[in-house]
């Protein structure tokens, strides 16, 4: 539970005497933070335990949802609306102001999705998604169902609803975020790499390059601050890096992470997800907007 720096000037980024939280325990997959302002609350999963859950301002854990169809990642929509991963249904949802879900997307040309797993924002206003097969792979993480998409994708969903998919040459694509809206970064997990793509106004994705790695373990999830830095989850806590994906330092955890995402009033929180437990730690930047 400390902090390693590579670079001196990552001490920067975190108030004096700083130190991660534990702020509770008990799950056993946790997953898919994202903080909603219109709420005061971060929101999570446990993918495993079918529900999800909330941290709010007050510094209390409350259920949020049960049971969530086993949802994974999720982000906010441009007008600020929770989006979410359902590993259980196979689909992505939005959640309305009466708290029901609409499922936005559960196929493509008519085959079911395997079981989408997190899910970013482009400036312009269409959801991207990753589709690796996990929940299918895992019982424990889904309902289970018979495999119909030739591949593990990205998906894009426009904003008029409809649904293409942009990235079809990865292995397991997991963790996603924009770094720009003509950079997409994107973990895949199959390969242990986070690989950059060049978007194009239309939607297209060309392949750039490999952007970085982490070691131990591999980035599941990712997060960007409004400078440009890279937030990665891994097997020793999270990685800090620059936005060409040299390291800064690191934030170290007893427990490997999943996901995380900033946070709080200020947007200034880093919350953690490290399987069975969630953490945080104060820092002195914000994250980019949209979860």
């Given at each position: 539970m400390t902090l390693s720096a590579t670079h001196p000037r990552f001490f920067d980024l975190f108030p004096a005497g700083a130190t991660p939280e534990k702020l509770a325990d008990g799950f056993t997959w946790s997953e898919g933070p994202v903080y909603v302002p219109s709420r005061g609350a971060m929101i999570f999963s446990d993918v495993r335990q079918n529900r999800t859950w909330r941290w709010t301002d007050a510094g209390r854990l409350e259920q949020e949802t049960f049971p969530s169809h086993h949802q994974n990642g999720h982000c906010l929509d441009a007008q600020g609306r929770l989006i979410a991963c359902s590993q259980g249904l196979r689909a992505l949802l939005r959640q309305g102001e009466d708290g029901l879900w609409t499922i936005l997307?559960?196929?493509?040309?008519?085959?079911?999705?395997?079981?989408?797993?997190?899910?970013?924002?482009?400036?312009?206003?269409?959801?991207?998604?990753?589709?690796?097969?996990?929940?299918?792979?895992?019982?424990?993480?889904?309902?289970?169902?018979?495999?119909?998409?030739?591949?593990?994708?990205?998906?894009?969903?426009?904003?008029?609803?409809?649904?293409?998919?942009?990235?079809?040459?990865?292995?397991?694509?997991?963790?996603?975020?924009?770094?720009?809206?003509?950079?997409?970064?994107?973990?895949?997990?199959?390969?242990?790499?986070?690989?950059?793509?060049?978007?194009?106004?239309?939607?297209?994705?060309?392949?750039?390059?490999?952007?970085?790695?982490?070691?131990?373990?591999?980035?599941?999830?990712?997060?960007?601050?409004?400078?440009?830095?890279?937030?990665?989850?891994?097997?020793?806590?999270?990685?800090?890096l620059s936005a060409g994906g040299e390291e800064l330092g690191r934030i170290g955890l007893p427990q490997k992470v999943s996901n995380l995402c900033f946070g709080g009033p200020g947007g200034t929180t880093l919350f953690m997800t490290a399987i069975h437990e969630l953490w945080k730690i104060e820092t002195t930047v914000q994250g980019q907007a949209g979860g």
């Amino acid at each position: 539970m400390t902090l390693s720096a590579t670079h001196p000037r990552f001490f920067d980024l975190f108030p004096a005497g700083a130190t991660p939280e534990k702020l509770a325990d008990g799950f056993t997959w946790s997953e898919g933070p994202v903080y909603v302002p219109s709420r005061g609350a971060m929101i999570f999963s446990d993918v495993r335990q079918n529900r999800t859950w909330r941290w709010t301002d007050a510094g209390r854990l409350e259920q949020e949802t049960f049971p969530s169809h086993h949802q994974n990642g999720h982000c906010l929509d441009a007008q600020g609306r929770l989006i979410a991963c359902s590993q259980g249904l196979r689909a992505l949802l939005r959640q309305g102001e009466d708290g029901l879900w609409t499922i936005l997307a559960d196929a493509f040309k008519g085959q079911r999705l395997n079981s989408p797993n997190d899910v970013a924002l482009h400036p312009d206003g269409s959801l991207w998604f990753s589709d690796p097969p996990y929940g299918l792979d895992n019982p424990a993480e889904s309902y289970g169902g018979a495999r119909e998409l030739a591949g593990n994708w990205v998906f894009r969903l426009a904003p008029d609803g409809t649904l293409s998919a942009p990235i079809r040459d990865r292995v397991k694509p997991n963790g996603l975020r924009f770094a720009s809206a003509e950079r997409l970064l994107l973990a895949d997990t199959g390969d242990s790499q986070t690989h950059a793509y060049r978007i194009a106004p239309d939607g297209k994705a060309e392949y750039e390059r490999v952007w970085f790695t982490v070691d131990p373990g591999k980035t599941d999830g990712l997060r960007l601050d409004t400078e440009g830095r890279i937030w990665s989850s891994a097997g020793d806590g999270v990685h800090v890096l620059s936005a060409g994906g040299e390291e800064l330092g690191r934030i170290g955890l007893p427990q490997k992470v999943s996901n995380l995402c900033f946070g709080g009033p200020g947007g200034t929180t880093l919350f953690m997800t490290a399987i069975h437990e969630l953490w945080k730690i104060e820092t002195t930047v914000q994250g980019q907007a949209g979860g």
